[in-house]
């Protein structure tokens, strides 16, 4: 297993790199021409500052895109696959953006792999045990059905509930809720899945929450789960 972190990876994005992302997406859209309209843009952008001066990019990966994350998620991924394929390995990869771990049959040579990315200063390469591997704050677990998944810290989920960057929320309730179904969902192969998932059933009375109906007595549950909560991880 490898863990990589391919630093500065906008500045080594190809147009070759962009018409593959572009590629796999008319795949998905069955050759939409207003999705290749708009993915062409991605080629050649037009901007304009806050003083009004116009100016033009051309064939690199421009900050805050729409499909920055996935698209270089999609491109890391590529490249990764394509060096497991020259080394005569077997393997597969999770990736999120530049952050990948590499699960492979036998050991990568890391040498070979950061020439064929040409990034040497930029890309770092670490083997490491399953049970050492931390990924975007997940590490592998057995879930209940004994397969192997990537998992949050439990507590560390438990003491953010509820946390915003912003000091002023719209509507917090909705918030709490949205959060709630959000940690179900990315614990939907963990064994915390059915805490997550009970409490945000216990709310919404088990429909999917929509933000514009609005719950009986939705502030009073809302107030019993986070009290519950915080209660539970200051005991621990």
């Given at each position: 297993?490898?863990?990589?972190?391919?630093?500065?990876?906008?500045?080594?994005?190809?147009?070759?790199?962009?018409?593959?992302?572009?590629?796999?997406?008319?795949?998905?859209?069955?050759?939409?021409?207003?999705?290749?309209?708009?993915?062409?843009?991605?080629?050649?952008?037009?901007?304009?500052?806050?003083?009004?001066?116009?100016?033009?990019?051309?064939?690199?990966?421009?900050?805050?895109?729409?499909?920055?994350?996935?698209?270089?998620?999609?491109?890391?991924?590529?490249?990764?696959?394509?060096?497991?394929?020259?080394?005569?390995?077997?393997?597969?990869?999770?990736?999120?953006?530049?952050?990948?771990?590499?699960?492979?049959?036998?050991?990568?040579?890391?040498?070979?792999?950061?020439?064929?990315?040409?990034?040497?200063?930029?890309?770092?390469?670490?083997?490491?045990?399953?049970?050492?591997?931390?990924?975007?704050?997940?590490?592998c677990v057995i879930n209940n059905n004994g397969k192997p998944t990537m998992?949050?810290?439990?507590?560390?989920?438990?003491?953010?509930?509820?946390?915003?960057?912003?000091?002023?929320?719209?509507?917090?309730?909705?918030?709490?809720?949205?959060?709630?179904?959000?940690?179900?969902?990315?614990?939907?192969?963990?064994?915390?899945?059915?805490?997550w998932r009970d409490l945000h059933k216990s709310i919404t009375f088990g429909?999917?929450?929509?933000?514009?109906?609005?719950?009986?007595?939705?502030?009073?549950?809302?107030?019993?789960?986070?009290?519950?909560?915080?209660?539970?991880t200051m005991s621990k």
């Open positions: 297993m490898h863990e990589a972190d391919r630093k500065s990876f906008h500045a080594y994005v190809t147009p070759e790199h962009l018409k593959l992302t572009h590629t796999f997406y008319q795949s998905c859209y069955r050759h939409d021409k207003k999705l290749r309209s708009l993915s062409k843009r991605t080629i050649k952008s037009t901007c304009k500052t806050r003083e009004g001066d116009w100016y033009t990019v051309k064939e690199i990966r421009m900050y805050e895109n729409v499909d920055t994350s996935f698209g270089n998620s999609i491109i890391n991924y590529a490249v990764i696959i394509e060096i497991i394929h020259r080394q005569g390995r077997k393997g597969d990869a999770i990736v999120n953006g530049d952050d990948s771990i590499i699960f492979t049959d036998k050991s990568l040579d890391v040498e070979q792999a950061i020439r064929f990315r040409h990034v040497e200063l930029d890309h770092r390469y670490e083997a490491a045990d399953v049970q050492d591997v931390e990924f975007c704050r997940t590490k998992m949050m810290n439990p507590s560390r989920i438990s003491q953010i509930f509820g946390m915003t960057y912003n000091r002023y929320v719209s509507n917090y309730q909705q918030y709490l809720v949205k959060v709630l179904a959000a940690n179900a969902l990315i614990n939907k192969n963990t064994p915390c899945n059915n805490d429909k999917y929450f929509n933000p514009n109906t609005q719950f009986r007595h939705l502030n009073r549950a809302l107030t019993r789960v986070v009290f519950t909560i915080l209660f539970t």
